[in-house]
T-cell receptor
């Protein structure tokens, strides 16, 4: 079945550092891929998405490219801020009914 | 502002009690979902519904039931709460045409003593 694997956290960075959070997936067909973010005390919200191979999703300085050949959707940001501290979830939506499968989440801690 | 609202942010219940978690969305979405979130396990799907009065089991339905009598409301029921159901519960909704994007509520943190 479909599955998502994310790097374990926490990821600890200083402000303005470069961020990469790895995500790989296993899926049949052509899934859509998502990154969700959960700030402390809140629910999840969509950060970005990509619906086909080689698409790049971007939002708030974050970006991720749908790589079919490596089955990956790594999240990157060139310069993180303290306000980016949150838990990040990679997810995929298979074909047919739109039920998302989530990774286990990666906590990012950014210090001033 | 579009919203998914969960009725209780924090609940404390005793073992064996019946627990209701309510979720309401104002986006006229067809699909609604209940997940639980646990450290190291991410989000796991309990039940979902793609239409009024319709429900489907997710990955971990044991010990739970759901009700969807109206399009905007999806309730999660713990018939007899147990300590291993202590968790964060997240409700979400989506449209058939949204390409899988989910809109989440803020979560209900349930503690079962």
């Amino acid at each position: 079945g479909n599955s998502v694997t994310q790097m374990e956290g926490p990821v600890t960075l200083s402000e303005e550092a470069f961020l990469t959070i790895n995500c790989t997936y296993t899926a049949t067909g052509y899934p859509s891929l998502f990154w969700y973010v959960q700030y402390p005390g809140e629910g999840l919200q969509l950060l970005l998405k990509a619906t086909k191979a080689d698409d790049k999703g971007s939002n708030k300085g974050f970006e991720a490219t749908y790589r079919k050949e490596t089955t990956s959707f790594h999240l990157e940001k060139g310069s993180v801020q303290v306000s980016d501290s949150a838990v990040y979830f990679c997810a995929l939506s298979g074909t047919g009914f739109q039920k998302l499968v989530f990774g286990t989440g990666t906590r990012l801690l950014v210090s001033p | 502002d579009v919203k998914v609202t969960q009725s209780s942010r924090y609940l404390v219940k005793r073992t064996g009690e019946k627990v209701f978690l309510e979720c309401v969305q104002d986006m006229d979405h067809e699909n609604m979902f209940w997940y639980r979130q646990d450290p190291g396990l991410g989000l796991r799907l309990i039940y979902f519904s793609y239409d009024v009065k319709m429900k489907e089991k997710g990955d971990i339905p044991e010990g739970y039931s759901v009700s969807r009598e109206k399009k905007e409301r999806f309730s999660l029921i713990l018939e007899s709460a147990s300590t291993n159901q202590t968790s964060m519960y997240l409700c979400a909704s989506s449209s058939h045409t949204a390409g899988g994007e989910l809109f989440f509520g803020e979560g209900s943190r349930l503690t079962v003593l």
